[in-house]
C-alpha cells in the first residue's frame, strides 16, 4: 500500500519540526539566503517609505520579519494559522503581539491595519482559497490602506511546499479587489554567471569578504535585484485599498 502523499502545508510543517525556527538562521553567505534576505530587504524599503501605524504581518510563521518590523514600527501584529512555527515567534519575541489565526478568516475587525504584509504566503494555501484569503486582508484595510504582497514567479520551479507559483496575469487576477495594483520583479532568475562567482567567494567552507560585497553591491543590487515581472523569481504586489 503507498504511503499517503503528504499536502504542501504538512511538509512546510515539517519544515518547522525538523529544522525550529529556520529564517531566523538566514545566513547571507550562502546564496539561497542572500536572495531571500533581498526579498525582505525590498517589502522592509516599501514599507519604510509609507510608514503606516498599523501593521499586520500575515502568515508571519516564526516571526522573523516580524521581528524586522518592529525595530522601527510599534504596532505590529503577527498572525499564522499553524500553531508550531507561532510558538518559535512568541519565544523569540516574548509573545509580542502575535496571533493564531486562518487567513481566511481573520481574527481581527474590519479597517484595523493601515498596512498588510504577506510575505511569501499565498504558495502555500490551495488556490481555491486564494479570493477569500485577498477578500479578508481586504475588508482588515482602512480605506487607502495598503498591501505589500510577495509571491514566487513561475520563471522557477514548483517546490513540494508550495500550491502553485504567479505570473504577473495570474496575480494581478487575484488582487481585483483592490482600485490599485502595481507588481515589481524581485531577483532575476536568469543569474547563472552572478550564481557561479558568488558561490566562488562565499560559501560555508570559505570567504572573502571583500569580493563578496563588491558582487552583491555592486552586481547584484543594481542589475538582477530589480527586474521586470516577467524575468523575475519572486514577484511583489503593492495594492491600495
Not at 519544515?15 to 525550529?20: C, R, T
Not at 512568541?90 to 484595523?112: C, H, I, T, W, Y
Not at 490551495?126 to 482602512?142: A, F, R, T, V
Amino acid at each position: 500500500m503507498k504511503p499517503k502523499q503528504q499536502t504542501p502545508e504538512q511538509i512546510q510543517l515539517q519544515k518547522y519540526v525538523d529544522g525550529g525556527a529556520y529564517h531566523w538562521r538566514l545566513d547571507e553567505r550562502i546564496l539561497v539566503s542572500f536572495k531571500q534576505s533581498t526579498i525582505y530587504r525590498r517589502v522592509y524599503s516599501k514599507i519604510t517609505e509609507l510608514n503606516p501605524k498599523r501593521i499586520a504581518d500575515v502568515g508571519c510563521g516564526d516571526g522573523y520579519f516580524t521581528s524586522v518590523l518592529l525595530q522601527n514600527f510599534w504596532d505590529v501584529v503577527g498572525v499564522d494559522y499553524s500553531y508550531l512555527p507561532l510558538s518559535f515567534a512568541k519565544l523569540k519575541l516574548n509573545g509580542r503581539m502575535l496571533v493564531q489565526g486562518d487567513a481566511k478568516n481573520l481574527p481581527f475587525k474590519p479597517e484595523s491595519f493601515d498596512l498588510v504584509c504577506c510575505v511569501e504566503t499565498l504558495e502555500h494555501n490551495n488556490l481555491k482559497n486564494i479570493p477569500e484569503i485577498i477578500k479578508q486582508i481586504h475588508q482588515s484595510l482602512k480605506e487607502g490602506g495598503r498591501l505589500i504582497l510577495t509571491v514566487p514567479s513561475v520563471n522557477i520551479p514548483l517546490s513540494k511546499q508550495h500550491y502553485s507559483h504567479f505570473s504577473k496575469k495570474s496575480l494581478e487576477s487575484q488582487l481585483r479587489v483592490f482600485s490599485n495594483v502595481d507588481i515589481e520583479g524581485i531577483c532575476c532568475y536568469e543569474t547563472m554567471m552572478f550564481d557561479f562567482f558568488f558561490r566562488s567567494v562565499s560559501n560555508k567552507l570559505w570567504q572573502f569578504s571583500r569580493l563578496r560585497t563588491f558582487l552583491c553591491n555592486q552586481v547584484y543590487n543594481r542589475f538582477y535585484a530589480n527586474c521586470k515581472p516577467e524575468e523575475a523569481s519572486s514577484l511583489m504586489a503593492l495594492c491600495q485599498k
